[in-house]
């Protein structure tokens, strides 16, 4: 039987990138299925499209899970990212009772219109075999201020209690053990709440597209990761990176 999800969890006070860290285990040949490496502190925390992710040290979840893929067929790669976002936010609003949680396109966990949390899943690929995942996630748990960063909160912010990170890492890891099997069986029930649980969908937004801003209705994120917007009665779909989501 494969390992759980948490079986082994590497805790770290200081490395480069909790990512990184995964990485290396893998190309050692060190590497199984539902390691967990957490760090206190990122000298190099790697975040989306080459930036930086800044979080203070001993504040937050700073975590890499390492998830064998084999199972999965390379083009199922977004369906990891609704996995790992709907789980987040369930965590989130069931467990610490956070209002107005939801997913902001592709993969930003927002509580309202502030990012709590950031998701950077990077793909260990043979071939064309899907061999790992690492799943790096940036909680914002008890940092009191967001100094580096517009518009982002913590789960300090929101709730005005300080939470305990290895609780909220514990309670996490359960929950996707549990959902880790549904991505195979039941890969609609994760489509569906991933689609409910998305910032502004079926609402009036505008984007960015070189330089240019169109205003269209949100209508869904297809199953390539895709988003579908509704701009003058036509569909139209765009990568990540191709626009900007524009938020007031
Ligand atoms: C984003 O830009 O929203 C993604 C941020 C992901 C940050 C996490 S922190 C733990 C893991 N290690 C990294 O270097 N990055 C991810």
Not at 18 to 37: F, Q, S, W
Not at 52 to 74: H, Q
Not at 203 to 208: D, V
Not at 223 to 239: A, E, P, T
Request: with cysteine.
């Amino acid at each position: 039987m494969a390992n759980s999800i948490g079986h082994v969890i590497i805790d770290l006070t200081t490395i480069d990138s909790t990512n990184n860290y995964a990485i290396r285990l893998i190309e050692e040949g060190m590497a199984e299925h539902g390691m967990v490496i957490r760090a206190d502190y990122q000298t190099a925390g790697k975040g989306q499209l080459g930036n930086t992710w800044y979080a203070d040290e001993g504040k937050n979840l700073l975590c890499s899970i390492i998830l064998d893929m084999t199972a999965f067929k390379l083009s199922k790669q977004f369906l990891l990212n609704k996995y790992i976002s709907v789980c987040i936010t369930e965590i989130l609003t069931t467990q610490l009772e956070i209002d107005k949680i939801c997913i902001k396109w592709p993969n930003d966990i927002y509580a309202d219109k502030s990012k709590i949390a950031g998701i950077l899943i990077e793909n260990i690929i043979r071939g064309s075999e899907w061999k790992y995942a690492v799943v790096g996630i940036g909680l914002n748990v008890n940092q009191p201020k967001m100094e580096a960063l517009k518009k982002a909160t913590s789960i300090l912010i929101e709730t005005g209690k300080i939470a305990n990170i290895n609780q909220v890492l514990k309670k996490f890891l359960k929950l996707l053990e549990m959902n880790f099997n549904t991505m195979i069986n039941t890969p609609y029930t994760i489509e569906e709440k991933y689609q409910n649980t998305l910032l502004l969908i079926g609402q009036n937004i505008s984007i960015k597209k070189n330089h240019e801003v169109y205003d269209g209705t949100l209508s869904g994120v297809d199953d390539d990761g895709n988003i579908l917007i509704k701009i003058k009665d036509k569909i139209k779909k765009y990568r990540h990176k191709e626009i900007e989501l524009l938020l007031d």
